[in-house]
Every structure is written in C-alpha cells, then in structure tokens.
C-alpha cells in the first residue's frame, strides 16, 4: 500500500514538474517614464538564466496571460515541495520497514 502511494506521488511529481516546464519564470516588474507631462508605464518580465539576469518586455496585452501563468507556476512549485517531502518521508518509512524485517530474519 505504500509502494502505491510512493508511485502514484512520484507520477504527481513528475506530471507536475513537465507542466512547470512550459511555464515562464520570474517576476514582473514595472518601468514608468516620464514624457510631456505624462507616464507611460512598460511591463517586464525578469527571471534568472544561470548567472544572468534577463528582462524581457511583455506587451500589454499579454500581462494578464503571464500573471496567471507565474500565479500557476507558484501553485505548482508550492505542490512539487509538498510531494517531494511526502516521497522521502514515504521512503524513510519504507526503509525503516526493510531494517525492520532485515533485523527479524538474521
């Protein structure tokens, strides 16, 4: 019952990590500028590429696409630390049941 409980969270786990592969990274961020007494406002997206930093402009049109998208990709990160813990502690407790048996057998 806990080997199928450990397969069915660690095919959770890696449908949850392929959907998050698909999904922008990062933050948005907000630029104002100011000209003839009136702001205009630009809407980034900035996210880390190994060392870089990368902004990225998203046209207005497309924010609302991407703030849900970055919102999904929370959840979805926030659910993957969530399986990942309760893997190892299935696995601790799977291991802990093989020392067990291993220990009655010697």
Known sequence: MLQDE???CREM?????????????G???EREKHYKNKVYSYYYLKYRDG??????HIPNSE???VKQELSMRKKYEKEIRSYE???????KILRAGQRRRHGNTD
Do not use: D, F, M, W
């Open 63 to 65: 924010i609302q696409k």
């Open 13 to 25: 786990l890696n449908g949850l990590r392929k959907a998050i592969s698909g999904l922008p990274k």
């Open 85 to 91: 813990k309760r893997i190892a502690y299935l696995n």
């Open 6 to 8: 450990l397969k069915r």
């Open 27 to 29: 933050s948005i961020s």
């Open 51 to 56: 060392e870089k930093v990368i902004s990225k």
